[in-house]
C-alpha cells in the first residue's frame, strides 16, 4: 500500500492510502443497471432494486468528494495535485463537448439532410411516396395526424427565452463571485454564489413546467418523430447537467460558508465555475438551433 504524504511533503504528488470508494462506486453502478435491466424486462422488483442503486451512488459520491474535500483542507495538495485537477476538468468538459456535439449533428443531420432526401431532393426517386400521403419537407417534421404525429412546437421567445436570460445572468452573478473570492470579498462572494445556484434551480423548475405543457398540450412526446426525439434528447440532457451543476454550486456555496478557499486556492470553485459557463454556452446553441431557427 502506498503511503501518504504530509502536508510538508511539497515537492511530491499526494497519493492516497488505499481507498474503499472505487469499490463502492462499482457495486452502486452494477446495482443501478440491475434495476434498469429488471425495468427493461418487466420484473416487478426493478424500482427498490433502481432506488438502493442510486441511494449508493448518492453515498459513492458524498463519500467520496468529502474525503477529497478533506484531504485538500489537510493542505495535502500541492501545486502539482492542482495542475492535475486542472487538466482532469478540462478533459471532462471537451468529453461533455463532445457528447453535445453528438446530438446536435444529429439534429442537424435529420433536418439539413434527411428531411430534405425523404422528399426526394437531390435524387430521382420519389422517396416521399414511401413515407405518408401529403409529407412535406418542412421543419418540424410533423407526422400524419390520425396516428398522433400531428404536435405543436414551443416559441422561441417565451419560456425558453426566460431561460436564456436567467443562465447568461447566471453567468453573470457566478463571475462576480468570482472576483469576490479573488478579492477576499466573502460576503459578496456568498451573495453572488447563492444567486448563481438559485438561478440555476429556477431554470430547472421552468423547463419542467415546459415540459409539462409540451406533453399535456401540444402533443410534442419523445415519440413525436426525429423532432421530438432530438428536442428531448438535447433539452432534457442540458436540463440534467443544469441540475448537476445547480447541486455543485451549492456545495461550493457550502463550503465556502464554513470559511473554505483563499484568493490563491481555491480550484473547487474555478472548476465548478469553468463548468457552468460551458452550460451556458451549450444552452445559447439549443436556443438558437432547437427552439429560434
Known sequence: MAQAHTAQDTDKYYIPHGSMWPAVGAAAFLVTM????????????????????????????????????????????????????????????????????????????????????????????????????????????????????????????????????????????????????????????????????LLGFLFVGLQAEEYVHAYQELNLTLGSGIYGSTFFMLTGFHGLHVTIGAIMLLVIWLRVMKGHFTPTNHFAFEGVAWYWHFVDVVWLGLFIFVYWM
Open 34 to 197: 440491475a434495476g434498469v435491466a429488471m425495468l427493461l424486462n418487466d420484473v416487478p422488483i426493478w424500482p427498490w432494486v433502481f432506488g438502493i442503486g442510486l441511494a449508493a451512488v448518492a453515498y459513492m459520491f458524498v463519500g467520496w468528494f468529502g474525503t477529497v474535500i478533506a484531504e485538500s483542507e489537510r493542505g495535502l495538495y500541492n501545486e502539482r495535485v492542482d495542475r492535475s485537477f486542472r487538466m482532469g476538468m478540462m478533459w471532462f468538459i471537451f468529453s461533455e463537448v463532445m457528447f453535445f456535439a453528438a446530438f446536435f449533428g444529429a439534429l442537424l443531420y435529420a433536418r439539413q439532410l434527411s428531411v430534405p432526401w425523404l422528399g426526394g431532393e437531390g435524387t430521382k426517386f420519389l422517396t416521399h411516396t414511401f413515407v405518408w400521403e401529403g409529407y412535406e419537407t418542412a421543419w418540424p417534421t410533423n407526422g400524419p395526424a390520425n396516428v398522433g404525429g400531428d404536435f405543436g412546437t414551443i416559441p422561441a421567445f417565451g419560456l425558453p427565452a426566460l431561460n436564456t436570460l436567467i443562465l447568461l445572468t447566471s453567468g453573470i452573478t457566478v463571475t462576480i463571485a468570482h472576483h469576490a473570492l479573488r478579492a477576499g470579498n466573502r460576503m459578496l462572494l456568498k451573495i453572488f454564489l447563492a444567486a448563481t445556484f
